[in-house]
């Protein structure tokens, strides 16, 4: 989406960008058919925008369709780029196992490393950090002025194909191929694991006031979690809601074990 427009961007495998209005009708093609393009992403300015391709390339973009820069940006095809909130930076995310961080202008300020290869990346609200989900089943945030390391996120079972900082800076979720979404503190303690997905889950996204999370998934459905309930949700209580009337009712069930739910 463009930012103060009403205007969107797609990118696909014939190379292209078109530029769409909200109605969904073609206002301009952008670019040369050729290299498949893998990402973009805005400034939030509105006044370029990136592009990646398959064999490693970044293109800066005027709204209007002119290049205005293009280099090798990585040994293998980048898979993702994001745009710092801040406007004066912006990362890609390779499948040669690094993140990149760039200027506006396309000049090279850090490299971030992962064992393997690099699908997503994302900027926090206030640009301070920028978390890397990759296939060597972690997330990483880091900081984005000198791109030290801030914290490792573990816990996944396969690749992490999703990751999003909440708008207040209190939490990042995550997505994996092992069927699940994890939200974790800042400092990479894993707060609770969400699964309603039969398969991986391909990407997530947190709206606006932090209270509800998409998470969509390769067994085709869309899953809407209410985070403020999760974040409040005590174990017990939540358990016994389910099981109070059972352990009341039930004749099998000792008359001791009656009395493990308030």
Known sequence: LHPPQGQFLSAGETGTLKRWDMAGNLQQTIGSPGDPMLGIAWNPTGEDLISSTYSGRLSRWQP????????????????????????DQFASAGVDGTVILWNRNGQQLHTLNHELVVWRVAYSLDGALVATGSGDNTAKIWRTHDGSLVSTLTRHDAAVWGVAFSPDNTFIATTSVDETVKLWTLEGELLHTLKGHNAAVRNLALGQNGQILAAVGDDGTLALWDIPAILDLQPLDYACEWVADYLQTNQLVAEKDKKLCP
Do not use: E, F, N, R
């Open 64 to 87: 209007d369709g002119q290049l205005l820069k293009s280099w090798t940006a990585h040994s293998a095809p980048i898979w993702d780029v994001s745009y710092s909130p801040k406007g």
